[in-house]
Nanobody
Framework: QVQLVESGGGLVQAGGSVRLSCAAS????????MGWYRQAPGKQRELVAT???????NYADSVKGRFTISRDNAKNTVCLQMNSLQPEDTAVYYC???????????WGQGTQVTVSS
């Protein structure tokens, strides 16, 4: 099992920045891919960004150039730096980790990010 605990988030004005962090614990050695997803009210959960154990990154088109995902393997954390936030970025953001052997996805409890116009 893998446990994920997110921190950060909150209320920010449009154009502002927020940094999210996710601390992983448990069977860390089994994780290869970590990332962030988000879910806005009435919408499906969508991918925001992922980062592999080799630091390869992938971003949704809507956040490219504004968001940066990073990973500290020594601290078992993954962060999402979000700049130039817009009201459409308002959502609950979830940390995700994937087991490299079983492909099981683990999720954090989610953290709310609200961007006011």
């Amino acid at each position: 099992q893998v446990q994920l605990v997110e921190s950060g988030g909150g209320l920010v004005q449009a154009g502002g920045s927020v940094r999210l962090s996710c601390a992983a614990s448990g069977r860390i050695s089994r994780i290869n891919l970590m990332g962030w997803y988000r879910q806005a009210p009435g919408k499906q959960r969508e991918l925001v960004a992922t980062i592999s154990s080799g630091d390869s990154t992938n971003y949704a088109d809507s956040v490219k150039g504004r968001f940066t995902i990073s990973r500290d393997n020594a601290k078992n954390t993954v962060c999402l730096q979000m700049n130039s936030l817009q009201p459409e970025d308002t959502a609950v953001y979830y940390c995700n980790a994937r087991d490299r052997f079983t492909l099981t996805n683990y999720w954090g409890q989610g953290t709310q990010v609200t961007v006011s116009s």
